[in-house]
């Protein structure tokens, strides 16, 4: 069993499975006691620590003989860790539903072990869930292993980020499994007696974000909108309606949030996202206006005293700020790409490995070439 840390929150958490080992899928040490917790009667969240890429939260409520499977993972081993920590629930509460919080293959991957059942997400979810194939990330995982020795215009460094952050996955025999229902602004699942009231938030980290509340249970699973101890990422923007989706989070009744990565959360991690993103915000937008690039921003952002006195300066994987002032650049009318296509998302992917290897106490270690 791990020796990692117990999480410290206000409200009551209970392991009922530890995973095994005290370090994570990178080899770092565990920050915290990774495995299924009961967060709230009949209510449910797996942990993986430290929440890095695919290092990813998931959720079950029981609703006394039916459950509800929140996200479902990014490749098929991962999910079936999970199910096989949650059998005993299960046994008695058969998964029946599935809610995908968002498009991203490591909340949805796993979707295809739940085809008999009902998925639910957003419209705009269910659109964006095409836009990464598995076979295009298994492609990449094993072509990066010939880019890392390329040592031209950082290639070798793009190769070795890509690889060592794909390794710990297996992308083979996944199809994509869309869901069956989908919704707009706001669903309520009444199942049982128990409400569950999924909204969209979106766009924001995607296209298609939505936050799942049971009221009840005073317990909300937040998705990728909320990462705690790690830097966030927006793929989609505005960061206006980012921020929206957080100040709906932060309002609402309840004792435990289910991050989409990292330890369990409350109101006050909440507030902790939305700092960042203000001072993300005010900072890149005054680079914005002196006429940096995007990559020239981030970077002086995240080497700024400003940065380095903040506590998301020790956040796991500040080098996804440069993902996030590319949105920011594109919302505010700059080309969203200097090449086209998926060229131009690899370009941006070899900015932001450059990036991370200037950044030698950054988590997690493998990303940096040795």
Not at 31 to 39: A, D, N, P, S, V
Not at 226 to 249: D, K, Y
Not at 267 to 287: K, P
Request: proline share 5%; with cysteine.
């Amino acid at each position: 069993m791990s020796t990692a840390p117990r999480i410290r929150h206000r409200a009551e958490a209970t392991c009922l499975h530890a995973s095994v080992g005290s370090l994570t899928r990178y080899g770092e040490p565990a920050k915290y006691q990774g495995g299924l917790y009961r967060i709230a009667h009949d209510t449910y969240a797996w942990l993986v620590p430290n929440g890095s890429w695919g290092e990813t939260n998931l959720g079950l409520i029981d609703c006394r003989g039916t459950s509800v499977m929140i996200d479902t993972g990014w490749d098929l081993r991962c999910t079936r860790e999970m199910l096989n920590a949650c059998q005993d629930i299960t046994d008695r509460s058969p998964i029946d539903q599935v809610i995908n919080t968002h498009a991203d293959g490591d909340h949805c991957w796993g979707n295809q072990l739940f085809r008999d059942r009902h998925i639910i997400a957003t419209h705009a979810c269910i659109h964006q869930m095409h836009h990464m194939q598995p076979r295009a990330l298994s492609a990449l995982y094993h072509g990066s292993s010939l880019l890392r020795h390329v040592k031209l215009a950082g290639i070798d460094q793009f190769g070795h980020y890509m690889h060592e952050m794909f390794r710990p996955y297996d992308f083979s025999g996944i199809h994509i499994t869309c869901p069956d229902q989908g919704f707009s602004a706001s669903k309520t699942l009444n199942i049982n007696g128990v409400d569950i009231v999924i909204t969209e938030v979106g766009p924001g980290h995607t296209d298609g974000d939505a936050v799942v509340h049971v009221p009840s249970r005073r317990v909300a699973y937040a998705g990728d909108i909320l990462f705690v101890g790690v830097t966030p990422v927006m793929w989609a923007g505005p960061i206006e309606q980012l921020v929206t989706g957080l100040e709906f989070l932060k309002q609402l009744d309840v004792d435990m949030i289910v991050p989409g990565h990292g330890p369990l959360a409350t109101q006050a991690d909440v507030q902790n996202m939305l700092d960042y993103w203000h001072f993300v915000h005010e900072a890149v937008a005054r680079r914005f206006r002196q006429g940096m690039t995007a990559a020239q921003a981030a970077r002086d952002v995240i080497f700024s005293d400003e940065f380095q006195r903040e506590p998301w300066a020790s956040w796991d994987s500040p080098e996804r700020l440069l993902t996030s002032t590319h949105t920011l650049f594109r919302h505010w009318g700059a080309p969203a790409f200097q090449l086209p296509g998926k060229l131009g998302q690899m370009n941006l992917m070899r900015q932001q490995a450059m990036l991370a290897c200037e950044l030698p106490l950054a988590t997690p270690r493998v990303m940096r070439l040795p």
